[in-house]
């Protein structure tokens, strides 16, 4: 690290060199917003040290520092001066009230266009649909162009400009974007910023000899450095080739391809690859977009004799973009996407880096628990991996676009008894229905022979169990399901944080096991669960005898009530020990409401003593929100299977 003073001196030189550069080219801008260029150079002022300490950390020994530095000042400036007024709006607004996200009212979903609604102007047609689910947090999945047939779901992008022509146009997406925005739903989209497709300008252009973009990508002429590499890195997509690398015939080079062999890692290494980026992350910010989930966060930043995951340049990279972002649209959150040990998912939490995480932990263990019908591991982990920076929050999630893994940490299953590989095997083999106690229908994702590591595709509801109930006709199994998916959504909706539903989830949609007739998806089971909405099945919703009815009522009663109780804003949650391994416990409180949280993760009844829940309540008396009963903690008192109790004192 550099010496403080020198920093700051160095840093305060390079500002005032570069600024009139900024204010000849932002003129016109300027004239016509001169308030707002004001609050544009006050936060250039205030922003700008932390973002020229850490290019200086990434960049300053690369000889063009000061030219690659200049070059990014002026593309903010730009990207400022096109900046529409209702933005720069939203970001005042935003910059007042800062923790907005951590209001109860927030309720995320998350779909696919093409799958939910055909194109962007269907999905605007559908505003009210999300309207009335409470959504005011929506995630697009990569709309961008990508090539044809097999593109990892879209995460193979071959511009971030231009969006897929079967969707719609970036006009139609900015539209939308001030549809949500009118409808107080933030928008949400990928910045997929590890790799692009083969198909990418950059990529065509390295293939086509240009030694600049060539450098964009990590390419060998040989085997000798990929084989060096390949003895420390992990095997993501083991059964998509050995190794990370893919050769190029037209280049007869080697590529790096952490993911599928059509996705070329940037090389963040060359400056000129963090400012085509950026710029890139500026251009989508002004189309409307108010979150951004960072793709593949851990893998970024490359270092021989490493796993080459959560490397500290990569977090680096992450807190300049936020920096850059805090100068031209302070409105934009990131949230990122780290499905690696606890211990790191954490470390990319921060105001200064990513407000928002996926929290993969919490989604495997409501797995895990409901499986072992044992809350121990869930318990252990609220209670002690739940907290993070103050300001920021958990993006809770049952089920999303991909697949599920047991990122478990093996040292917390060690002191509770738990074996974590043979606890791993059992927990795949249980999902995947080869387990004799199961109900789940999962599928496996990505197994490898080799190390016996796998994960797990499959909708919510047939993981827990209601497509056995329906195929076995059984309607005491079919009950059974149904209160398995209210008591996640249950925990979910209540633990604190953003909830995040994937669309579809809500009426209890079943796999669909089509995919395997598709060339293009076959190889890649996580199309099971990435079901086309059917619309057909929407008017269920209403009819609380079938399945669809009674899960999407009970959502959308446990969706109001914590949209009105206080006790549920923010992320602080208090872990207690019931003394029922199978009866999770915990307490919400903010501004002084206070609710109790039980969940019963066993089908068989279970009893609470009654002073258990009075140490943490207040008095004897209690009003369980969700079934409306009052409970009296005297002595012991019971929950039903899967049965989730929101008491109120």
């Known amino acids: 690290m550099h010496d403080p003073n020198w920093l700051r001196i160095e840093s305060a030189r390079s500002l005032e060199r570069l600024l009139p550069r900024v204010r000849s080219a932002l003129a016109e801008a300027q004239a016509q917003d001169p308030a707002g260029y004001a609050r544009f150079e ?72 093409d799958r939910f609604a055909t194109t962007l102007a269907g999905l605007q047609a559908q505003l009210p649909y999300l309207q009335r689910l409470g959504v005011t947090y929506l995630h697009l999945m990569p709309l961008f162009l990508a090539p044809a047939g097999n593109n990892d779901g879209g995460y193979a992008v071959s511009s971030y400009r231009e969006v897929h022509p079967e969707l719609g146009t970036m006009a139609e997406l900015a539209e939308l974007a001030d549809r949500l925005r009118e409808a107080k739903i933030s928008l949400v989209l990928d910045f997929v910023f590890n790799h692009t497709s083969d198909e990418h300008t950059w990529a065509q252009r390295a293939r086509a000899g240009d030694e600049d973009y060539a450098q964009f990508y990590l390419l060998f002429p040989d085997r000798r450095l990929p084989d060096q590499y390949d003895q420390t890195l992990r095997e993501i997509f083991p059964t998509v080739r050995k190794g990370s690398f893919t050769w190029d015939a037209g280049m007869r080079r080697w590529v790096w391809t952490t993911f599928n062999n059509f996705q070329w890692d940037l090389n963040y290494a060359n400056p000129a690859v963090f400012r085509a980026m950026g710029e890139e992350l500026l251009f989508l910010a002004n189309q409307g977009v108010e979150v951004f989930r960072l793709d593949a966060v851990a893998f970024i930043w490359k270092r021989m004799g490493s ?125 995947v229905g080869d387990h004799a106690a199961s109900f789940a229908r999962g599928v496996p994702f990505q197994a490898n022979p080799a190390t016996g590591d796998a994960r797990v595709s499959g909708t919510l509801a047939s993981l827990a169990g209601l497509e056995q109930a329906l195929q076995a006709g059984d309607a005491d199994l079919i009950d059974l399901a149904v209160r398995r998916i209210l008591l996640l959504f249950s925990v979910m909706l209540s633990s604190g944080g953003i909830p995040l539903l994937y669309l579809g989830d809500e009426l209890a949609t079943l796999n669909d096991y089509g995919y395997a007739r598709d060339p293009a998806r076959a190889d890649d089971s996580r199309w099971v669960h990435r079901v086309t909405f059917d619309w057909a099945r929407e008017r269920y919703g209403d009819d609380q005898t079938r399945p669809e009815g009674h899960v999407y009522q009970g959502l959308l009663q446990r969706i109001g009530l914590r949209k009105n109780h206080e006790a549920f804003a923010g992320g602080g949650l208090d872990v207690f020990a019931t003394g029922n391994p199978q009866i999770l416990g915990y307490v919400r409180q903010h501004n002084g409401e206070r609710i109790v949280v039980l969940a019963n993760f066993s089908e068989g009844t279970q009893r609470l003593a009654g002073n258990r829940v009075r140490l943490h309540g207040a008095g004897y008396q209690f009003r369980d929100l969700i079934s409306g009963q009052t409970i009296h903690a005297e002595g012991e008192f019971q929950l039903e299977a899967y049965q989730c109790m929101w008491l109120e004192g």
């Open 307 to 431: 796993d080459c995951e959560n490397q500290p340049e990569a977090h680096w990279i992450i807190q300049a973009y936020n920096a850059l972002t805090r100068i031209v649209c302070p409105a934009l959150l990131f949230k990122s996407e780290a499905i690696v040990h606890p211990d790191e998912v954490v470390k990319y939490l921060g105001l200064e880096e990513a407000q928002l995480s996926y929290n993969p932990l919490f989604m495997a263990l409501c797995w895990e628990a409901l499986a072992t019908r044992e809350v121990r591991l869930l318990s252990q982990a609220l209670a002690t991996r739940w907290t993070i920076p103050a300001g920021c929050a958990w993006v809770n999630y049952l089920r999303v676009h991909d697949d599920i893994g047991w990122t478990f940490d093996d040292d917390d299953a060690r002191a509770l008894g738990i074996d974590p590989w043979g606890h791993r095997r059992f927990l795949n083999a249980f999902y």
């Open 42 to 113: 006050a936060r250039l002022q205030r922003e700008w040290p932390r973002l020229f300490d850490l290019l200086l950390r990434l960049y300053g020994g690369q000889y063009d520092f000061f030219y690659q530095l200049e070059q990014l000042l002026l593309a903010a400036g730009r990207a400022w001066s096109e900046r529409r007024p209702e933005l720069r709006v939203l970001d005042a607004a935003r910059e007042a009230d800062p923790t907005w996200y951590q209001a109860q009212q927030m309720l995320g979903a998350v779909l696919y266009v």
